[in-house]
């Protein structure tokens, strides 16, 4: 398993595996009511009405620091990642057709990070958003509105504040932007070079205070690196308004559970990266059908402990009758009603991420990918849902291995 996690994190950016949210019964924080079910019939499951009007409303945006941004972003993490998702330049009409169907929806928070990319790809994430949002269609205030948070890595190389607002720069020409919504470190250098990590805290103070960023973040920090960074930041009038981390109900954990309760103490937003752990809860892959590439390796370790939670997701996606795609490729509102239970269960799954209280932030490659993540906007698990959920990934014999760059 460690040499999976090692052989995993050097050959992407680490912006893997991280950390998850308190346990709480009811979803709370929310001005979208929670759908109420209607009386089954016998032999029937419980049919649970669409929501009628857009996927969220402008009130149910979500406040990060300065920002509002979409209740759900996406993120572009295999965009231009050959080795781990199979990322092909061919492929980037498609990733165009899938961002534009994100902002005809109502999206505009989008992630990536300046080390997405492998090989001579290396930023190519940046770049391929800069020239669809140049490219997308409709009003300049669409435009405006889109919040790009990029990760700056904490490369060895990279000793000085100076050479981290460089690094910002250069990100900046990539997106061809003027300035970058959310500036997020990307992990923490605490536990192998200490002596680095004031540089780039005062890196990020310095992108801060030049404009270069309406706001700051971090990710894969644990609870008492978050606290540390927090009140640095606090003390040179900077404020830290998000924390990426790996949340997922197949990551719940006591120091995922800390860093949650740190970041509502805080005042941070939690942004949750591989809501879905790297597909393993769509029920997509079993111990016989495992992804190719480094991922097969880790699945093989987790999925066969994984079948009541995976049968729970099922259960709740049948009931909700959530495989009803509301979304056309045109962005039209429509109710599709399909027996794709893969589709169910990664909406239930993300949907868990946002009664929370967290922004998940689900890979995209394709339009279809896209679709199914927008069906977990508009309607909220109830108690009972959440409850079944935790209850069974709490049974779960294995969870999701932590990013090697996870801080305490």
């Known amino acids: 398993m460690e040499r999976t996690a090692m052989a995993l994190s050097s050959s992407i950016a680490p912006g893997f595996l991280a950390a998850v949210p308190r346990s709480s019964?009811?979803?709370?924080?929310?001005?979208?009511?929670?759908?109420?079910?209607?009386?089954?019939?016998?032999g029937k499951s419980l049919r649970f009405p669409p929501r009628l009007g857009p996927l969220f409303w402008p009130w149910e945006k979500v406040k990060v620091g300065p920002l509002s941004v979409s209740p759900m972003g996406f993120g572009t993490w295999a965009w231009g990642n050959q080795l781990l998702w199979g990322y092909q330049e061919q492929m980037d009409g498609v990733l165009q057709e899938t961002f534009n169907l994100a902002l005809r929806n109502g999206i505009n928070l989008f992630d990536t990070a300046d080390s997405y990319g492998t090989g001579r790809l290396n930023g190519k994430s940046e770049k391929l958003l800069g020239k669809f949002i140049r490219e997308s269609q409709g009003s300049s205030n669409i435009q405006d509105d889109i919040v790009i948070a990029t990760k700056f890595a904490a490369y060895p190389w990279r000793l000085t504040s100076g050479q981290f607002v460089r690094a910002c720069k250069s990100s900046l020409d990539r997106l061809q932007l003027d300035q970058i919504g959310i500036g997020q470190l990307h992990w923490s250098t605490a536990n192998y070079a200490p002596l680095q990590e004031l540089a780039l805290w005062d890196g990020l103070v310095a992108m801060y205070e030049k404009g270069l960023v309406r706001a700051v973040?971090?990710?894969n920090y644990g609870p008492k690196q978050l606290i540390k960074i927090h009140n640095y930041l606090k003390s040179q009038g900077v404020p830290l308004c998000s924390a990426q981390v790996q949340f997922s109900l197949l990551s719940m954990g006591n120091d995922q559970l800390e860093l949650k309760a740190v970041c509502d103490s805080l005042g941070i937003r939690l942004i949750a990266y591989s809501p879905l752990g790297l597909g393993m809860l769509t029920g997509k892959y079993t111990a016989s059908n495992l992804p190719r590439g480094p991922r097969g390796f880790l699945f093989r370790q987790i999925l066969p402990g994984l079948d009541p939670l995976v049968s729970s997701l099922k259960e709740i996606a049948q009931k909700r009758q959530k495989t009803m795609s509301q979304i056309s490729r045109k962005g039209k509102w429509q109710n599709r009603v399909s027996n794709e239970y893969v589709s169910g269960k990664l909406k239930v799954a993300i949907n868990w991420c946002i009664c929370k209280g967290t922004i998940p932030i689900p890979g995209v490659k394709t339009v279809?990918?896209?679709?199914?993540?927008?069906?977990?906007?508009?309607w909220r698990l109830n108690s009972n849902e959440i409850f079944e959920l935790e209850s069974a990934a709490k049974n779960s014999p294995k969870k999701m291995i932590q990013n090697i760059f996870q801080t305490r």
Request: aromatic share 4%; glycine share 12%.
């Open 25 to 42: 019964s009811s979803c709370s924080g929310w001005r979208a009511s929670i759908e109420t079910p209607q009386q089954p019939s016998a």
């Open 217 to 219: 973040g971090v990710s």
């Open 368 to 378: 279809k990918q896209a679709e199914e993540n927008l069906g977990s906007l508009g």
